[in-house]
C-alpha cells in the first residue's frame, strides 16, 4: 500500500474523531466550537476519502480536471488548518473541564 494511502486514511481517522470530539460531556465547549469540530469532522472525512480514491486510482479524470481537484484539497485543507488555529486560538480546542462536586 503506498504511504500516501495510509497518510489519507490516518486524516480520515482524525477527522471522524474530531467529529466526535464535542460529544465529550466532561468538556465546556461554545456552541460555535461545538460546529467547528463536526464541520471538520465531515469535510477533513470527504477530503480524506477523495484523496484515498484518487490515490488508488478508483477515479480517473482529464488533466485539467485532476489539477482542479488538487488545487481544491489544498484550498480545503488550507481551510480545515485555519478551522483548527482558530480553536486554538480561542481556548476551544480543549475547552474547560467541568468540574463535578
Request: hydrophobic residues 55%; charged residues 15%; positive net charge.
Amino acid at each position: 500500500m503506498n504511504a500516501r494511502v495510509v497518510v489519507n486514511l490516518i486524516i480520515v481517522v482524525g477527522s471522524i474523531c474530531f467529529g466526535f470530539f464535542p460529544l465529550d460531556r466532561k468538556r465546556i465547549r461554545a456552541r460555535w466550537a461545538k460546529g467547528i469540530f463536526v464541520l471538520i469532522g465531515l469535510i477533513g472525512c470527504a477530503m480524506g476519502a477523495v484523496r484515498v480514491a484518487l490515490e488508488m486510482h478508483w477515479l480517473q479524470l482529464s488533466d485539467h480536471n485532476d489539477y482542479v481537484i488538487h488545487t481544491m484539497l489544498s484550498e480545503v485543507g488550507g481551510l480545515l488548518l485555519g478551522f483548527i488555529f482558530s480553536l486554538i486560538l480561542s481556548g476551544q480546542l480543549l475547552g474547560t473541564k467541568l468540574v463535578t462536586a
